[in-house]
């Protein structure tokens, strides 16, 4: 009988399964968390990766993708008037809510895990990004903007807070970890000016110290207006639905400072005025390639009121905190996106049959070319999530004065103390690590979704919106302004050099990272192994030699390179690490992997069989011993 648009065959859908439970997340999961946190959270978290695949969420997903932002009449009423009523989705809307009940960013700060409530929240966070719909933009300002004025309110030092300003950031920071959605602030950042993206020299946005007092307060003290009238044009603003921002403007004295702003002006002689923009007005929305269910603006500011952030002059300072965070953010949602995507790769390998020829057919997961593609993919994504919940627990000790071993007190994990640098070494450590993840894991991230779509054909090509959960398309193409965004990938290489060879704080971070290649490359746990020709000692010894000898314009044309050199040999670090905690045989062959593709290594693939490769490859890519997982002999 001829096939027919009811009949015929149609293929098997995969199932998506809760990444919690995927090997590499597992893995990450034990490395980066201690016993005891493991233990009062490992529920909450599996629970969460079940909620994040859920009916519902993918229900919110699609609805935020067909009902995009949009500005109401244009921007205007009826009658010509501007009213700028920016209009977002109700599926945007509740996703925003659930990632607050969750707190997905409260869960850096409220919880009482010291350095290791970053390492959990990034871990949760992995799970979220997929399936968030970009929502998770505002709430990475939001965790940096907390991170300010969590730091200025904490520090008597701080010159010129009045007490005044004190009960507004107050009130704001509690606004910003808050768990409540009828009360929680997201937050913006904005930089981007049409004179440069990540260079803000040139900004045009100036700010006035003109004091109103004749506007009185109703609503709370997070919405007393500043004495600050901020005046000028901003070129992207990626959070334009958020409760306030955070901005950069430059003084009379021509001194770039930094500045808070709540969105709206809960002011004025009647209730009626309450919710009026605070001198902001949305003159477009921007068209993107992808995430186009976050409302991102050109916005006109017109005597917005607000207040400085720190000293006068101190605006680039201010922003490179938010931008530490940010940055991690960005990685964390990369690599939960390529997560995602090799997880219904992986799924639809084991559904999928192929001709071999003679008129039989087989799984994808006996095809020796497929999944030793797959597998290779697996090797680069473990290395990438290793390094990027590495560089939060580098984060969470930087917030926690680089104590980490007061809170592992009586608690024997080894490994995470090899991991551990001295208190000495955090600063200098986190200001390198989270240019080079970003720059590495962001960038690599967009061609291994693009394998994953690849792995399905020309349905991985389709928007599939009718099974959301299968829609690599879409998070490809959401993907892809992760090296964009929060200093393109040329501009945090050129961070790199910058820093490396900083007069003051280059000679701190080289110190930084040459001990923890040496500390972590001496350590030797239960799953203790020669790697031949892996000597991570002597790779650093030639990444740096090069760092302090080329001049100045070959380290800028090689910057590229000494990133990706720097990155891949951290990972590899990292997974070595983690291969001796239980001696694990497919941990072991991802470390022998990672490292060779990535020329660490001289070591050649050891297998001499079809059978053990393919053995190898299967349990890499969907977990347990290396053992043949598929029905019948390997194929060619």
């Known amino acids: 009988m001829a096939s027919g648009a009811d009949r015929g065959f149609f293929q098997q859908a995969p199932s998506l399964e ?4 995927d090997a590499t997340y597992q893995r990450c999961f034990k490395l980066f968390l201690p016993a005891h946190v ?12 079940d909620k994040v695949i859920s009916d519902q969420i993918f229900r919110w997903i699609s609805d935020a993708e067909r009902n995009p932002p949009f500005l109401r009449g244009s921007g205007r009423d009826v009658f010509g008037q501007w009213a700028g009523e920016l209009v977002t989705g109700e599926g945007w809307r509740q996703l925003q809510d659930f990632g607050i009940k ?8 409220d919880t009482e895990y010291g350095p290791f409530s970053r390492p959990l929240q990034f871990l949760r966070l992995l799970l979220w990004e ?12 939001q965790d940096g903007a907390a991170r300010v004025l969590q730091t200025h309110l904490a520090s008597t030092a701080r010159p010129g807070m009045s007490d005044e300003q004190r009960l507004v950031f107050q009130a704001a920071l509690q606004r910003l970890l808050s768990r409540d959605p009828k009360t ?10 049409r004179t440069g993206g990540s260079d803000v020299s040139q900004t045009e946005t100036r700010a006035e110290h003109k004091p109103d007092t004749s506007e009185a307060v109703v609503g709370g003290e997070e919405t007393r207006l500043g004495p600050w009238s901020i005046n000028g044009f901003k070129w992207f603003s990626s959070a334009t639905d958020s409760q306030m921002t955070i901005l950069l403007a430059n003084t009379p004295k021509g001194a770039l400072s930094a500045f808070f702003a709540p969105m709206r002006r809960g002011v004025g002689g009647s209730a009626d005025n309450q919710g009026q923009l605070n001198g902001v ?12 269910s976050l409302p991102t603006a050109e916005l006109v500011l017109e005597d917005m009121r607000a207040w400085m952030i720190g000293e006068e002059g101190h605006g680039v300072r201010e922003v490179r905190t938010i931008l530490a965070i940010t940055r991690v953010h960005s990685a964390v949602a990369a690599v939960g996106y390529v997560g995602r995507g090799l997880s219904i790769a992986r799924a639809y390998a084991r559904v999928r049959d192929i001709s071999e020829g003679k008129g039989r057919r087989t799984k994808l997961t006996d095809s020796v070319l497929h999944m030793h593609t797959l597998s290779g993919m697996f090797v680069q994504y473990r290395g990438m999530v290793m390094l990027t919940i590495f560089t939060s627990y580098v984060l969470g000790l930087s917030e926690h004065n680089g104590d980490g071993s007061r809170a592992m007190a009586g608690e024997k994990n080894k490994v995470l103390d090899a991991l551990t640098p001295p208190q000495e070494h955090v600063a200098g450590l986190i200001r390198i690590l989270t240019q080079l ?7 690599e991230s967009v061609s291994i979704l693009f394998s994953c779509m690849e792995a399905l054909g020309g349905v991985g090509y389709l928007n599939n919106a009718e099974q959301e959960h299968l829609n690599i398309s879409r998070l490809w193409r959401d993907c892809a302004v992760l090296p964009i965004w929060e200093g393109t990938t040329n501009v945090l290489c050129t961070d790199f050099i910058k820093t490396v060879r900083h007069p003051a704080a280059g000679k701190e971070t080289l110190d930084a990272l040459r001990s923890f290649v040496r500390k972590a490359a001496a350590f030797q746990g239960p799953g203790h192994a020669n790697l031949p020709g892996w000597d991570p000692v002597q790779r650093w010894n030639v990444i740096e030699r090069r760092l ?7 380290l800028m044309r090689n910057a590229r390179d000494h990133v990706w050199q720097t990155a891949q040999l951290l990972s590899s670090l990292l997974l070595y690490a983690d291969a001796q905690t239980d001696g694990d045989p497919v941990a072991c062959d991802v470390h022998r992997r990672f490292a060779q593709c990535s020329n660490i290594s001289l070591d050649s693939d050891p297998m001499t069989s079809l059978e053990a490769s393919l053995g190898m490859d299967s349990a890499i890519v969907y977990g347990g011993r290396p053992a043949h997982q598929g029905q019948g002999r390997p194929r060619l």
């Open 18 to 21: 809760n990444h919690f439970h």
């Open 38 to 49: 493991i233990s009062a959270t490992q529920h909450e978290v599996e629970s969460l990766g």
């Open 102 to 109: 969750k707190g997905f960013v409260a869960t850096g700060y």
């Open 130 to 141: 997929p399936s968030c719909a970009n929502v998770t933009c505002p709430s990475a300002m």
């Open 184 to 193: 929680a602030w997201t937050s913006g950042q904005w930089m981007t000016e």
């Open 281 to 292: 007005r949305i003159q477009r929305l921007k068209d993107k390639v992808g995430t186009r």
């Open 437 to 443: 993840t970003k720059a590495y894991v962001c960038q």
């Open 548 to 554: 302090l000898s080329e001049s100045p314009d070959e």
